[in-house]
T-cell receptor, first 113, second 112 residues
Framework: IAGITQAPTSQILAAGRRMTLRCTQDMRHNAMYWYRQDLGLGLRLIHYSNTAGTTGKGEVPDGYSVSRANTDDFPLTLASAVPSQTSVYFC????????????FGPGTRLTVL | DQQVKQNSPSLSVQEGRISILNCDYTNSMFDYFLWYKKYPAEGPTFLISISSIKDKNEDGRFTVFLNKSAKHLSLHIVPSQPGDSAVYFCAADPGGSYIPTFGRGTSLIVHP
């Protein structure tokens, strides 16, 4: 069982380019989340999805979009990357109602130049 | 405005001693609290949690204490080991939403 996988592991991107970060889980968890981690700022929620077909905005959603076509996949898209989106991005999932524990992927390190 | 605060960015402890990591929160709607541990170049992993109906939860070397009146929780690691060196994040969940707010983390270094 892989848990949560993220791709790519790292990426250098020119400003203005479009980029999709991929996240896949094989645990059949209903809820999924995208966070960014920046030095000194901890983990900040970008978008979340409580179940397939639904999404919601987190603390820092601007410049990002997500979709949840099925249970397993939760891609994060930067439509036009800017240098302030340079960060480490973590995808997480959580099982059904009643559990608070999140399971995190290994992260994607994104650098926007 | 931070709703979950970890005021110590770093903590250095000698192996075998107790490590105490602190976390304060402002939102009285938070009713479930979690600690995550993160090693470099890895994703955070769940460590221990506590519900607001309890004031203590223990799991091996790790104990979390909750003081609701002070809106304060702490993570105790006894005895500390070099492998405990990591960044520790405190997270708080408001009732029913399951969308936690994370603190900024405390980097723990346990030296031999």
């Amino acid at each position: 069982i892989a848990g949560i996988t993220q791709a790519p592991t790292s990426q250098i991107l020119a400003a203005g380019r479009r980029m999709t970060l991929r996240c896949t889980q094989d645990m059949r968890h209903n809820a999924m989340y995208w966070y960014r981690q920046d030095l000194g700022l901890g983990l900040r929620l970008i978008h979340y999805s409580n179940t397939a077909g639904t999404t919601g905005k987190g603390e820092v959603p601007d410049g990002y979009s997500v979709s949840r076509a099925n249970t397993d996949d939760f891609p994060l898209t930067l439509a036009s990357a800017v240098p302030s989106q340079t960060s480490v991005y973590f995808c997480a999932s959580r099982t059904s109602v009643g559990s608070h524990t999140q399971y995190f992927g290994p992260g994607t390190r994104l650098t926007v130049l | 405005d931070q709703q979950v605060k970890q005021n110590s960015p770093s903590l250095s402890v000698q192996e075998g001693r107790i490590s105490i990591l602190n976390c304060d929160y402002t939102n009285s709607m938070f009713d479930y609290f979690l600690w995550y541990k993160k090693y470099p170049a890895e994703g955070p992993t769940f460590l221990i949690s506590i519900s607001s109906i309890k004031d203590k939860n223990e799991d091996g070397r790790f104990t979390v204490f909750l003081n609701k009146s002070a809106k304060h929780l702490s993570l105790h690691i006894v005895p500390s080991q070099p492998g405990d060196s990591a960044v520790y994040f405190c997270a708080a969940d408001p009732g029913g939403s399951y969308i936690p707010t994370f603190g900024r983390g405390t980097s723990l270094i346990v030296h031999p």
